[in-house]
């Protein structure tokens, strides 16, 4: 079964700093990959999505990710961070094709923005 | 607005009784899921309907059941509840369950309290 590992918990950045929120997954083919971001008292709202091809993969509000096969990584980043940002993000592995499409969510990592 | 529709948005509740919470996804989506976020489990997928069908079972309690509705919106009946149960429940959809074009779009959640 898939799993999604989500290392950091919280994480403490400034407005105008970059950003990385790390992920690692278990999946024995090849994944399908999502982040998500949910502000408080919101759903869950896809900011991008990998299911093959380049690896770098470009989202909405300025985010990007990259998938690495070698280190079953699929970490988020961003170059400057806005205080808009502060939210929880959460990293997701899905079924292929074919199959019940249920996402695998981590545990999600819950980002501040100091002034 | 994300285009999935859930209500009620907040309910409130006794231990053993039973509520129903209503989804209607996105016009054209065929497909509806069930997740449930609480702080000690996470995300957790509950169940999936597609075109009326239950497609996929997840982490659904025996005490838990929904359905699909020939307009395609979706029910989903907690009774005997228990504290314990007291979380957020999200509905998402998707078109369909095959389309690589992945991606799932998420209500903003029922957030249920068991007291």
């Known amino acids: 079964a898939q799993s999604v590992t989500q290392p950091d918990i919280h994480i403490t950045v400034s407005e105008g700093a970059s950003l990385e929120l790390r992920c690692n997954y278990s999946y024995g083919a090849t994944p399908y990959l999502f982040w998500y971001v949910q502000s408080p008292g919101q759903g869950l709202q896809l900011l991008l999505k990998?299911?093959?091809?380049?690896?770098l993969v470009q989202g909405i509000k300025g985010f990007e990710a990259e998938f690495k096969r070698s280190q079953s990584s699929f970490n988020l980043r961003k170059p400057s961070v806005h205080w808009s940002d502060a939210a929880e993000y959460f990293c997701?592995?899905?079924?292929?094709?074919?199959?019940?499409?249920?996402?695998?969510f981590g545990s999600g990592t819950q980002l501040t923005v100091l002034p | 607005d994300s285009g999935v529709t859930q209500t009620p948005k907040h309910l409130i509740t006794a231990t053993g009784q039973r509520v129903t919470l209503r989804c209607s996804p996105r016009?054209?989506?065929?497909?509806v899921y069930w997740y449930q976020q609480s702080l000690d489990q996470g995300l957790q997928f509950l169940i999936q309907?597609?075109?009326?069908?239950?497609?996929a079972k997840g982490n659904i309690l025996e005490r838990f059941s929904a359905q699909q509705f020939p307009d395609l919106h979706s029910e989903l009946n907690l009774s005997s509840l228990e504290l314990g149960d007291s979380a957020l429940y999200f509905c998402?959809?998707?078109?369909?369950?095959?389309?690589?074009?992945?991606?799932?779009?998420f209500g903003s959640g029922t957030r249920l309290t068991v007291v």
């Open positions: 998402a959809s998707s078109a369909n369950d095959r389309d690589p074009n992945y991606g799932y779009t």
């Open positions: 997701a592995v899905g079924a292929t094709p074919g199959s019940a499409r249920q996402l695998t």
């Open positions: 016009s054209g989506d065929l497909s």
């Open positions: 309907y597609y075109n009326g069908e239950e497609r």
């Open positions: 990998y299911f093959s091809g380049d690896t």
